[in-house]
């Protein structure tokens, strides 16, 4: 109750302050206000003291001119009589202007006297206001003396406040703990509340505040649980993924082994190519020293592109990068090649793929399948198959390579997959 009293003597200490302080306000700006007025007078003053010379100097001025033309032209004063009457008729009228306006500044400077008047009564008020100002000042003094006293006082609250802030803060962190330690803290918060509900009304919020961190708790122990959960699932699943890893582990060596083999593949592959091509050339030279046999011999590339396939049905391909077409038997547009002449031809193939899936071609002549290279790429990465075939042709007959249906080749500009063949030698036709 003491509290409350010394804090509305203090509203009221700052109301009366205000009021002073408004009023100290005003009487500065009545001060201000007549030493405008003071300095507005005296420019006027200046401004027609300065006006009333100005036309007097004119006027000596204009007669010095009018005596100096009167002693200078007197042979022509009776031509000039109009001209030099209008002149002092008009000096005449600027002179009734000037008196004019002497007439209004001295009416002015009436109204100033009227105005230095109740300059004098305002000084006079002004006077009796510093006396009131001071009485309130000193009585200010007294406020505050008081003030200081309610000051020291509210302090000494203010700190037992902030013990028992303190101490609630402390009941918080211990309410964390565990639900034996609950129970202790909501027994202290008890002893405390009758201890400080006669001090003020402030630890009630407490209490509730104590509440709710009891259901904060509560719902931070079943989010602890479900989390608890959720770990135990986690665990589970990372058990499983390390499993899965150590699996892809092996697996991946398992294909890093297939890959090198593969790579070795492709190594024979391509000294097998080179030994062909060697003999192609062999075979070259040996039909240019021989007139009358005909030379045919062709090798291509399947493609820069990437993937063929799948397809939905077989199809044929067509081996568009050619790289020896001796004889035009090969045709780069259809994927056929053509025989000229009746002979034993060679025909050899590589299929190339890197995705998982079905890889594999089958070698025709005409519409007869004489032999295929097919393989399943389960692991992924490049798999190669390779055949070869040595065929008799009649002139006319058609090879070709074919890709079964849903299967897949691959080849780009290093030319993994190729399709080779020449002529052997000649039969005749008993043969």
């Not at 002149?87 to 209004?104: C, P, V, Y």
């Not at 989010?223 to 699943?237: P, R, V």
């Not at 090798?299 to 391909?317: H, I, N, R």
Request: aromatic share 6%.
């Amino acid at each position: 109750m003491r509290l409350r009293a010394s804090e509305s003597a203090l509203d009221q200490l700052k109301r009366k302050s205000s009021v002073l302080a408004s009023r100290l306000c005003l009487v500065e700006n009545l001060r201000k206000r007549s030493s405008v007025a003071d300095t507005e007078v005296q420019v006027h003053q200046n401004s027609s003291q300065g006006h009333t010379s100005a036309l007097i100097s004119e006027r000596d001025g204009q007669r010095q001119e009018t005596k100096s033309r009167v002693e200078t032209d007197s042979s022509n004063i009776h031509q000039n009589m109009s001209a030099f009457h209008a002149r002092l008729l008009h000096l005449e009228g600027k002179m009734m202007t000037g008196e004019q306006h002497l007439h209004n500044i001295r009416v002015k400077s009436g109204q100033l006297s009227n105005m230095e008047a109740q300059l004098g009564n305002a000084c006079n008020n002004t006077a009796a206001l510093e006396g009131n100002v001071k009485m309130a000042e000193a009585h200010v003094e007294k406020l505050k003396v008081l003030s200081s006293a309610l000051e020291v006082r509210l302090n000494v609250s203010e700190r037992l406040l902030e013990e028992l802030k303190t101490e609630c803060t402390a009941l918080d962190r211990r309410l964390n703990v565990s639900d034996k330690f609950q129970e202790q803290l909501k027994t202290e918060s008890r002893a405390q509340t009758t201890r400080v509900s006669n001090v003020e009304s402030r630890l009630t919020n407490s209490i509730h505040n104590t509440a709710a961190v009891e259901v904060r708790l509560n719902i931070s122990e079943k989010i602890l649980e479900e989390l608890k959960t959720e770990c135990t699932a986690w665990t589970t699943h990372l058990s499983n993924v390390e499993f899965q890893l150590t699996h892809n582990i092996d697996n991946t060596e398992v294909l890093l082994r297939r890959l090198n083999m593969n790579g070795q593949k492709i190594n024979n592959l391509k000294e097998t190519t080179k030994d062909l091509m060697s003999r192609l050339h062999v075979l070259e030279q040996h039909g240019t020293q021989t007139s009358g046999e005909t030379k045919v011999a062709f090798a291509a590339a399947l493609t820069d592109s990437g993937s063929v396939g799948p397809f939905d049905q077989e199809t044929t391909l067509i081996f568009s990068k050619v790289f020896t077409n001796i004889g035009r038997a090969y045709d780069e547009t259809s994927g056929v090649f053509t025989a000229p002449v009746d002979a034993i031809y060679v025909f050899s193939f590589t299929a190339a793929d890197f995705l998982k899936g079905y890889m594999g071609v089958t070698l025709y002549r005409n519409q007869q399948p004489i032999v295929s290279s097919l393989d399943l790429n389960d692991h992924g990465g490049y798999a190669s198959a390779t055949n070869g075939a040595l065929i008799p042709l009649e002139a006319g007959d058609r090879v070709r390579l074919s890709l079964p249906a849903s299967y897949r080749l691959y080849d780009d500009t290093r030319s993994f997959s190729v399709f080779s063949g020449f002529l052997l030698f000649q039969v005749e036709a008993d043969q």
